[in-house]
């Protein structure tokens, strides 16, 4: 069959890779040889009727049998008149009935195409006939002159093939680019990662001079600026490869917007602008969203319009319910003044699990954007004349945002008066919580060691990478913990054999045996071992150390990390295995975690992250910096005043602005050691600052922080 040919298609077939038919006839020809023909090939859609190679007519195979059963007043039936003559009797008929009076007129009327045109431009084009037409053959011209039938039904069978061929071809494509994106995430985020660690690791010397200082400062915030453009473009090409996902949970949206706020409040009055937000009490407090991709947009919108306003005021109004069913902002505020009745009926209750609207709206008093760049928001890498002029981000923010917003079941809309500022609104859907769904997050100190009181924890890390390998056991070893290194996954198997460590850090991607298939024969080793030793004491048992003294220690300890999962005195007990990973996909989490991985690291990490890892599935106890100071002094804590000298207000100033801001918004999430990390960058000549600062970090008085930098952000 002719059909089979399809098979043979490729992306960049045209119509002269179809196969179609050449039957043609002169004017002379009767009709019982048409009928003959048409009898013996069932698949040839009509006939061509030529003269001297030039195209006079066509009749199709439904035509010609259509006019042969066709009766009349007078005279024989059609099948006694167009079998006995001259094709050239039916034609002028069909001519006559269709109005063609001449070869121009012919072409018009059917369609006809060169052997060039695209299948999906001819598909196209003979759809939009007319219904009488719609499906009668098409006639394609040879680049020799020749003319061939194309049967439409053939037409539109071949747009299916290659339909099925682009979806193949994309799925590979999209397979390549995801090994790709997650080789590229590897080879990136590996070296941030022992970027970042190191100076996480020496800012714990304090032999370094306030110069050094100054220099591990920047490597670390230029560090961090590169990974959040890395994670840009990586989060880009997740959401282009459909893989970017929500993961909703039930957080305080008060409090989300109340931190937001704070969070962005020393970039706006650097700038001397007002930053407002306005949150009317209807406004559910407890919802279910992605609170992390909810702030993604929110930092972004937020974020350009601080930084494209020179002067004036930046809003972020939230609503319930449509931006296009509330109204006017004046409207609003009229409603709230005097408690309009209906808006408090549609409020929905906690009892209502059906999906909400919330509206947030962002405005501000820029310059505001021409219509003929509004084009270039939402386009991945597109920037306004504004944005060039800038030259800050990679033009992906917006583009993300849209794309987050649509998963979260809405859409950014923009309206803009040049001159005079631009408004950024989006509505998504959310569920709502209640204050019982809410984890309240406990803030800790830094930590500084183990606990006293607790056995010898062993720890193995496995990564290919000497610098990566270096800096964690670098900082696991200055906690007091026993460290031991392999570079394979082969090498891990060896030493996990005679160290028997409590647990492993495991890289992934690593010669000689990766990651997973290391974590695989450990566990199976494991099982093999818990079947043999019933009755033995198992690996945990410290040996040196009365294993059952310190596992009854473990137990009873009162961990500040919640859901510790603590070891248990089993005859035998698996080892421990969290996976190294600098992919962003979850799916690679998700198959970590298949091989027998018990959790995973994302590279780069803090090292608040580690600690918490260990603590969670060791059940370790440490010290924490905030503790040993109130040991010293515990009646100085009680009767502390707040230092309120002038002169911080100049030591403060002199400090650089992306230190300022680090610093507000550690106070701001309440972390006290992440700012002790930032006094120990302060340069001797401010010690009165970084006494002050220490103290108030120790004793939890982040609001008398927050003051002392808008004061000074105020009087600049």
Not at 367 to 375: K, Y
Request: net charge negative; proline share 4%; aromatic share 6%.
């Amino acid at each position: 069959m002719l059909v089979q040919k399809l098979d043979k298609l490729t992306l960049d077939s045209s119509l002269a890779d179809l196969p179609s038919h050449d039957f043609q006839v002169y004017l002379t020809t009767l009709g019982k040889v048409v009928a003959k023909k048409f009898q013996q090939q069932l698949e040839l859609p009509g006939v061509l009727i030529t003269t001297d190679s030039q195209l006079i007519g066509m009749i199709s195979r439904n035509q010609f049998f259509e006019w042969l059963s066709r009766p009349y007043e007078s005279g024989p039936h059609g099948l006694e008149i167009y079998l006995r003559e001259p094709i050239r009797a039916m034609w002028s008929s069909i001519a006559d009935f269709e109005g063609i009076i001449d070869r121009k007129t012919f072409l018009q009327k059917y369609l006809v195409l060169s052997v060039t045109c695209s299948i999906d431009k001819a598909v196209e084009l003979a759809l939009q006939r007319p219904d009488s037409t719609a499906y009668e053959p098409i006639i394609i011209k040879g680049l020799n002159g020749q003319w061939r039938l194309l049967d439409t039904r053939v037409l539109v069978l071949a747009q299916s093939k290659l339909f099925a061929l682009a979806k193949t071809t994309a799925d590979a494509a999209n397979r390549a680019k995801s090994q790709f994106l997650a080789n590229m995430s590897h080879e990136l985020r590996t070296p941030l990662n022992a970027i970042l660690g190191f100076t996480q690791v020496m800012v714990r010397d304090s032999s370094l001079s306030s110069e050094q200082q100054q220099y591990l400062s920047i490597i670390n915030l230029s560090g961090k600026h590169l990974l959040e453009l890395i994670n840009d473009i990586l989060q880009m090409s997740k959401i282009e490869a459909g893989r970017s996902t929500l993961k909703n949970k039930s957080f305080d949206l008060y409090c989300f917007l109340e931190n937001l706020q704070q969070m962005l409040q020393l970039k706006a009055a650097t700038k001397g602008l007002k930053l407002i937000f306005d949150c009317p009490p209807h406004v559910p407090q407890y919802i279910q969203a992605d609170e992390g991709k909810l702030r993604e947009i929110l930092i972004n919108l937020l974020g350009n319009a601080i930084k494209f306003t020179e002067e004036g005021c930046v809003t972020l109004q939230v609503g319930l319910g449509s931006k296009r069913r509330r109204g006017t902002r004046e409207a609003r505020k009229r409603r709230e003044i005097r408690g309009d009745k209906e808006e408090i009926l549609k409020q929905p209750t906690t009892n209502n699990q059906q999906p909400i609207t919330i509206n947030f709206e962002v405005e501000d008093t820029g310059p505001g954007i021409a219509r003929e760049e509004m084009n270039k928001l939402f386009t991945a890498f597109g920037q306004t004349e504004t944005g060039y002029k800038l030259d800050q981000g990679t033009g992906l923010g917006l583009a993300i945002s849209q794309t987050i917003v649509q998963l979260m079941g809405g859409k950014i809309n923009v309206s803009s008066t040049p001159k005079k500022g631009t408004t950024f609104t989006f509505d998504i859907q959310v569920n709502l919580a209640e204050a019982r769904d809410i984890q309240a997050s406990q803030q800790i100190g830094r930590v500084i060691g183990l606990a006293p009181n607790q056995p010898e924890y062993r720890i193995l890390v496995v990564d290919d990478r000497p610098e990566s390998r270096l800096f964690l056991m670098e900082l696991l070893r200055l906690m007091g913990f026993s460290v031991r290194e392999a570079e394979n996954g082969q090498e891990a198997i060896e030493i996990w054999s005679s160290y028997s460590p409590h647990l492993i850090f495991m890289d992934m991607r690593m010669p000689v045996m990766d990651g997973y298939k290391a974590t695989k024969r450990i566990k199976e080793q494991e099982r093999e071992m818990g079947r043999e030793g019933d009755g033995e004491m198992g690996r945990w048992e410290d040996k040196g150390d009365k294993g059952d003294k310190g596992d009854k220690e473990r137990q009873g300890s009162n961990s500040q990390f919640p859901n510790n999962k603590q070891p248990t005195t089993n005859n035998q007990q698996q080892t421990t295995i969290i996976a190294l990973t600098a992919s962003v996909f979850e799916e690679e989490q998700t198959a970590v975690l298949s091989a027998g991985c018990d959790d995973f690291l994302s590279k780069p990490f803090r090292e608040q992250v580690l600690w918490e890892k260990i603590a969670q599935h060791l059940g370790v106890r440490y010290l924490y910096q905030n503790s040993v100071v109130k040991k010293k002094d515990e009646k100085s804590q009680e009767g502390l005043e707040t230092i309120t000298d002038p002169s911080l207000d100049f030591h403060l100033s002199s400090m650089p602005r992306e230190w300022l801001e680090s610093l507000n918004k550690a106070a701001i999430k309440c972390l006290d050691h992440e700012i002790i990390q930032l006094v120990d960058q302060i340069p001797e000549v401010h010690s009165p600052l970084a006494n002050t600062l220490s103290n108030w970090a120790n004793n939890f008085l982040f609001e008398e922080v927050i003051e002392l930098i808008q004061r000074v952000q105020v009087t600049a």
